[in-house]
Protein backbone atom coordinates (compact mmCIF):
# COMPACT_ATOMS: atom_id res chain seq x y z
CA UNK A 1 0.00 0.00 0.00
CA UNK A 2 1.40 3.87 -0.77
CA UNK A 3 2.02 5.99 2.21
CA UNK A 4 2.12 9.64 2.09
CA UNK A 5 3.79 11.21 -0.62
CA UNK A 6 5.41 14.30 -0.72
CA UNK A 7 6.48 16.55 -3.29
CA UNK A 8 9.28 17.81 -3.70
CA UNK A 9 11.79 15.68 -1.66
CA UNK A 10 13.80 18.98 -1.78
CA UNK A 11 13.62 22.54 -2.89
CA UNK A 12 15.78 25.78 -2.71
CA UNK A 13 14.44 28.66 -2.94
CA UNK A 14 15.67 32.52 -2.00
CA UNK A 15 14.34 34.63 0.50
CA UNK A 16 10.68 36.65 -0.55
CA UNK A 17 10.00 33.83 -2.81
CA UNK A 18 6.73 31.66 -2.81
CA UNK A 19 6.32 28.09 -2.49
CA UNK A 20 4.08 25.38 -2.37
CA UNK A 21 4.22 21.96 -1.22
CA UNK A 22 1.74 19.27 -1.62
CA UNK A 23 1.14 15.92 0.07
CA UNK A 24 -1.16 12.85 -0.84
CA UNK A 25 -2.18 10.98 1.93
CA UNK A 26 -3.17 7.26 2.26
CA UNK A 27 -6.38 6.28 0.53
CA UNK A 28 -8.98 6.76 2.79
CA UNK A 29 -7.84 8.85 4.82
CA UNK A 30 -9.70 12.30 4.96
CA UNK A 31 -7.45 14.05 7.46
CA UNK A 32 -4.30 16.03 6.67
CA UNK A 33 -2.03 17.83 9.11
CA UNK A 34 1.53 19.58 8.29
CA UNK A 35 4.32 20.13 10.47
CA UNK A 36 8.11 21.75 10.23
CA UNK A 37 10.71 20.24 11.77
CA UNK A 38 13.79 22.39 12.20
CA UNK A 39 17.25 20.65 12.32
CA UNK A 40 17.76 19.24 16.22
CA UNK A 41 13.95 19.73 16.79
CA UNK A 42 11.00 17.97 17.21
CA UNK A 43 8.18 18.50 14.17
CA UNK A 44 5.82 21.59 14.78
CA UNK A 45 2.25 21.55 14.43
CA UNK A 46 1.21 23.72 11.40
CA UNK A 47 -2.53 22.99 10.43
CA UNK A 48 -4.99 20.44 10.46
CA UNK A 49 -7.59 19.80 7.43
CA UNK A 50 -10.50 17.68 7.47
CA UNK A 51 -13.01 16.69 4.67
CA UNK A 52 -11.50 20.01 3.40
CA UNK A 53 -12.39 22.66 6.09
CA UNK A 54 -9.15 23.49 8.37
CA UNK A 55 -9.45 22.03 11.99
CA UNK A 56 -6.82 23.24 13.54
CA UNK A 57 -3.64 25.82 13.12
CA UNK A 58 -0.63 26.04 15.48
CA UNK A 59 1.21 29.29 16.07
CA UNK A 60 2.84 30.26 12.93
CA UNK A 61 2.38 33.50 10.89
CA UNK A 62 -0.14 33.83 8.12
CA UNK A 63 2.59 33.92 5.81
CA UNK A 64 1.98 30.21 5.83
CA UNK A 65 -1.65 28.66 4.50
CA UNK A 66 -2.94 25.60 3.63
CA UNK A 67 -6.20 24.20 1.96
CA UNK A 68 -7.14 20.57 1.11
CA UNK A 69 -9.00 19.26 -2.05
CA UNK A 70 -11.94 16.73 -3.13
CA UNK A 71 -9.45 14.14 -3.16
CA UNK A 72 -8.11 14.95 0.32
CA UNK A 73 -4.64 15.77 -1.01
CA UNK A 74 -3.03 18.96 0.13
CA UNK A 75 -1.03 21.66 -0.01
CA UNK A 76 1.40 24.07 1.99
CA UNK A 77 2.02 27.44 0.66
CA UNK A 78 4.28 29.82 2.51
CA UNK A 79 5.02 33.36 1.08
CA UNK A 80 7.42 35.54 1.82
CA UNK A 81 10.18 33.43 2.12
CA UNK A 82 12.52 33.90 5.34
CA UNK A 83 16.14 32.18 6.36
CA UNK A 84 14.13 30.76 9.08
CA UNK A 85 11.49 29.02 6.87
CA UNK A 86 14.39 26.12 6.06
CA UNK A 87 13.47 23.18 7.15
CA UNK A 88 12.04 20.26 6.82
CA UNK A 89 8.48 20.04 6.41
CA UNK A 90 6.49 17.41 6.97
CA UNK A 91 2.61 16.06 6.00
CA UNK A 92 0.63 13.25 7.91
CA UNK A 93 -2.48 11.75 7.17
CA UNK A 94 -4.86 9.57 9.34
CA UNK A 95 -8.31 8.86 9.75
CA UNK A 96 -11.02 10.46 12.01
CA UNK A 97 -10.92 10.05 15.53
CA UNK A 98 -8.06 8.43 17.91
CA UNK A 99 -6.68 6.67 15.17
CA UNK A 100 -2.27 7.28 14.58
CA UNK A 101 -0.68 9.75 12.54
CA UNK A 102 1.02 8.15 9.06
CA UNK A 103 3.98 10.74 7.99
CA UNK A 104 5.43 11.12 5.03
CA UNK A 105 9.43 11.81 4.22
CA UNK A 106 9.00 15.43 4.29
CA UNK A 107 10.08 18.11 1.88
CA UNK A 108 13.25 19.57 2.75
CA UNK A 109 13.56 23.53 1.97
CA UNK A 110 16.27 25.28 1.95
CA UNK A 111 16.25 29.01 1.86
CA UNK A 112 19.06 31.23 0.52
CA UNK B 1 -0.59 19.88 25.96
CA UNK B 2 -0.05 17.78 29.51
CA UNK B 3 4.28 18.14 29.33
CA UNK B 4 6.48 15.19 29.00
CA UNK B 5 9.85 14.67 29.87
CA UNK B 6 12.36 12.10 28.27
CA UNK B 7 16.47 11.36 29.07
CA UNK B 8 18.17 12.82 25.88
CA UNK B 9 19.34 9.92 25.18
CA UNK B 10 20.08 6.19 25.69
CA UNK B 11 22.44 3.62 24.54
CA UNK B 12 21.69 -0.28 23.97
CA UNK B 13 23.28 -3.23 22.52
CA UNK B 14 21.53 -5.12 19.99
CA UNK B 15 19.29 -8.20 20.68
CA UNK B 16 19.00 -6.88 24.01
CA UNK B 17 16.02 -4.95 25.21
CA UNK B 18 15.72 -1.74 25.58
CA UNK B 19 13.50 0.46 28.47
CA UNK B 20 12.81 3.97 27.69
CA UNK B 21 10.93 6.34 30.01
CA UNK B 22 8.99 8.51 29.91
CA UNK B 23 7.28 11.38 32.91
CA UNK B 24 3.99 13.06 32.36
CA UNK B 25 3.23 14.32 36.01
CA UNK B 26 0.39 16.58 34.96
CA UNK B 27 -1.45 13.62 32.75
CA UNK B 28 -4.94 14.42 32.87
CA UNK B 29 -7.57 11.42 33.36
CA UNK B 30 -8.49 11.05 29.33
CA UNK B 31 -4.95 11.97 28.27
CA UNK B 32 -3.88 8.98 26.17
CA UNK B 33 0.18 8.64 25.68
CA UNK B 34 1.72 8.29 22.03
CA UNK B 35 5.07 7.06 20.94
CA UNK B 36 6.46 7.73 17.32
CA UNK B 37 9.68 7.36 16.57
CA UNK B 38 12.06 9.15 13.46
CA UNK B 39 14.41 7.38 12.00
CA UNK B 40 17.67 9.21 10.19
CA UNK B 41 16.18 10.67 7.12
CA UNK B 42 12.25 9.74 7.54
CA UNK B 43 9.10 11.22 8.62
CA UNK B 44 7.85 10.34 11.91
CA UNK B 45 6.22 6.47 12.42
CA UNK B 46 4.03 5.88 15.23
CA UNK B 47 4.96 2.89 17.65
CA UNK B 48 2.23 2.76 19.78
CA UNK B 49 -0.52 3.95 22.48
CA UNK B 50 -2.02 3.37 25.33
CA UNK B 51 -4.74 5.31 28.41
CA UNK B 52 -4.36 2.69 31.35
CA UNK B 53 -3.26 -0.83 30.75
CA UNK B 54 -0.51 -2.08 29.27
CA UNK B 55 -0.19 -2.33 25.38
CA UNK B 56 1.34 -4.65 23.06
CA UNK B 57 2.06 -4.41 19.21
CA UNK B 58 4.37 -6.23 16.69
CA UNK B 59 6.94 -3.33 17.24
CA UNK B 60 7.38 -2.99 21.33
CA UNK B 61 5.32 -2.95 24.44
CA UNK B 62 3.91 0.16 26.41
CA UNK B 63 3.94 -0.55 30.22
CA UNK B 64 2.11 2.53 31.80
CA UNK B 65 2.08 3.45 35.75
CA UNK B 66 -0.61 2.71 37.94
CA UNK B 67 -1.19 6.51 38.64
CA UNK B 68 0.23 7.84 34.98
CA UNK B 69 2.75 9.62 35.65
CA UNK B 70 5.05 7.90 33.70
CA UNK B 71 5.47 4.99 31.05
CA UNK B 72 7.79 3.25 29.62
CA UNK B 73 8.62 2.27 26.06
CA UNK B 74 10.02 -1.72 26.15
CA UNK B 75 11.84 -2.99 22.43
CA UNK B 76 12.30 -6.33 23.67
CA UNK B 77 15.40 -7.00 21.23
CA UNK B 78 16.91 -3.89 20.04
CA UNK B 79 18.20 -4.21 16.45
CA UNK B 80 20.70 -1.45 14.59
CA UNK B 81 17.26 -0.46 12.45
CA UNK B 82 15.71 0.71 16.23
CA UNK B 83 18.35 3.54 16.45
CA UNK B 84 15.96 6.17 16.22
CA UNK B 85 14.61 9.66 18.05
CA UNK B 86 11.63 8.30 20.04
CA UNK B 87 9.11 10.77 21.31
CA UNK B 88 6.43 10.17 24.02
CA UNK B 89 3.26 12.66 23.40
CA UNK B 90 0.15 13.43 24.90
CA UNK B 91 -1.97 14.49 22.37
CA UNK B 92 -4.98 16.63 23.86
CA UNK B 93 -7.16 18.69 21.02
CA UNK B 94 -7.32 15.93 18.48
CA UNK B 95 -4.74 13.51 17.56
CA UNK B 96 -3.33 15.35 14.43
CA UNK B 97 -2.13 17.72 16.56
CA UNK B 98 0.89 16.47 18.01
CA UNK B 99 3.48 18.55 20.01
CA UNK B 100 6.60 16.66 19.93
CA UNK B 101 9.30 17.76 22.59
CA UNK B 102 12.62 16.74 21.72
CA UNK B 103 12.31 13.12 22.26
CA UNK B 104 15.39 10.68 23.51
CA UNK B 105 17.73 9.66 20.94
CA UNK B 106 18.46 5.76 21.20
CA UNK B 107 21.67 4.63 19.75
CA UNK B 108 22.13 0.31 19.43
CA UNK B 109 25.42 -1.08 19.75
CA UNK B 110 26.44 -3.85 17.49
Known amino acids: DAGVTQSPTHLIKTRGQHVTLRCSPI?????VSWYQQVLGQGPQFIFQYYEKEERGRGNFPDRFSARQFPNYSSELNVNALLLGDSALYLCASSEAGLSPLHFGNGTRLTVT | DAKTTQPNSMESNEEEPVHLPCNHSTISGTDYIHWYRQLPSQGPEYVIHGLTSNVNNRMASLAIAEDRKSSTLILHRATLRDAAVYYC???????????FGKGITLSVRP
Open chain 1, 27 to 31: SGHKS
Open chain 2, 89 to 99: ILPVEANSKLT
